[in-house]
């Protein structure tokens, strides 16, 4: 027909790729992947073996990997896909240096920093030279203690296994550990103060300087409390659903009821690992405050004259030493229930609502 528009002309679509280029771009990354599991491997091994182990940042890389490793693998052999082709075997493969990675990050010893042993204090802080005291007594394991034994306390095991056979003495505890000598704390805090006291336009107070001296500790335990109070609420959630599929109300597959009861034991097993390394180490921050405020009005008191002295008081001193220290070491312990408290109750109500 006359001013008919042309037809439109068939559309050439690329040839399709071969089956052999195609097998090789699918298993290229899982190969590359395999291949640089296996270096990481063989070079942990290596140090290892000449007593050089990860530093704790990369040990929890390595464990936080296993756990990303293993959900893929289960995410590939999941229902309706299969393990078919040869990017699926390497991948599977992958998991094994992955675990073998992951053990040597849990139980490889800790390399300790300046805090567990060796301190020379600089004397910039009014409180006099100090010398790092010799040891005279047994070395403290924690300050080399793997992850494993940092959550289950094993390394207070050989001290333990003494007791148990006879009765302990004083020269067998172990040598304190720099971080919680009193002279150490004492100056860290002391050099927050002198800080804060040079930095203009805002007050020096003693609460910015405890929290310029052992700040990150704090809220490092208040994460750990934090972990304590979501995994007493994540058993609830698993009742639930195991309870919704055994009177047949859920969807849920079988292996899926298994693994929330499985998720019921882990939660409680990381829940007493919470709460142990809660009470552990605020009680631990709580005397470290104690003995470094009690060290600074000891040192701050023997620098007035005796006229000073005697118009300000002994009973005053002994009064911040002793009373008003413990009072700011009792508050670090429990400070954190003030918050964790009222989450708890908020969560629950919420839960009672829905369920």
């Known amino acids: ?105 849990l139980f490889a010893p800790d390399t300790p920093g300046n805090e567990e042993c060796a301190y020379v204090p600089v004397d910039d802080d009014g409180l006099g030279p100090s010398k790092p005291a010799t040891p005279s007594r047994p070395r403290n394991f924690e300050a080399t203690a793997s992850f494993f034994s940092k959550l289950t306390f094993t390394w207070l095991s050989p001290l333990l296994a003494l007791g148990a056979s006879r009765p302990l003495e004083h020269s067998d505890m172990y040598e304190l550990q720099t971080r919680d000598a009193g002279d150490f704390n004492a100056r860290k805090l002391s050099r927050a103060w002198t800080r804060r006291a040079k930095t203009p336009g805002m007050p020096a107070t003693m609460l910015r300087a405890w929290h310029d001296a052992f700040g990150l500790r704090f809220w490092v335990i208040g994460l750990i409390e934090l972990l304590a109070v979501s995994l007493q609420y994540t058993q609830p959630i698993f009742v639930n659903l195991i309870t919704s599929y055994v009177a047949g109300q859920s969807s849920m597959c079988r292996v899926d009821a298994y693994l929330c009861c499985a998720g019921i034991t882990a939660a409680s097993v990381l829940q007493s690992f919470a709460n142990n390394m809660y009470g552990f180490n605020a009680t631990r921050l709580a005397q470290n405050v104690w003995v470094s405020i009690g060290q600074m009005v000891y040192a701050k008191a023997l620098k007035l004259d005796y006229e000073q002295r005697e118009r300000f008081g002994i009973g005053k001193i002994v009064s911040y030493m002793q009373v008003d220290a413990g009072k700011l070491a009792m508050a670090v312990t429990y400070i954190h229930l003030v918050w964790a408290c009222p989450l708890q109750l908020v969560i629950a109500v919420v839960m009672l609502n829905s369920f």
Do not use: H, N
């Open 1 to 105: 027909r006359a001013g008919a528009p042309p037809p439109p002309s068939p559309i050439s679509l690329p040839p399709p790729p071969s089956p052999i280029s195609l097998q090789s771009e699918v298993t290229g990354f899982p190969l590359a992947r395999a291949l640089m599991w296996g270096l990481c491997t063989g070079v942990v091994v290596l140090e290892w073996s000449a007593s050089r182990y990860p530093g704790r940042s990369l040990r929890l890389w390595l464990l936080l990997a296993l756990a990303v490793e293993i959900a893929r693998v289960a995410k590939l052999a999941a229902p309706p896909t299969r393990l078919e082709v040869t990017a699926d075997y390497i991948s599977v493969a992958t998991t094994a240096p992955a675990l073998v990675l992951a053990l040597v990050a």
